[in-house]
């Protein structure tokens, strides 16, 4: 809610009816205050260190498994984004892993 806070204040003060005549700055104020507070909300770090750990992981390659109940999962922690992502056992063994933890 905190977030929903910070748009409500700063969204009317730069996006309004009337023409901003400096069309610029009303970008660079909504670079600043909208979207780099957004990028830090969803990626919840450094937005670029987060973006530098999506390209070092390739392209994803998701094969859509359903997991049940108790069936085993793999981690990497080297190229999970976050603790939840896991690969299922014929994706773990069709990517490489050496030297990851």
Known sequence: TAFYKHLAKFVPSIYHDEMHPMAEREEEMAQMMIFTPLEWYLFGEDPG??????????????????FKSGETTYSCRDCAIDPTCVLCMDCFQNSIHKNHR
């Open 49 to 66: 260190i987060c973006l530098e750990k999506l390209q070092r992981c390739g392209v994803p390659q998701l094969c859509g498994k359903v």
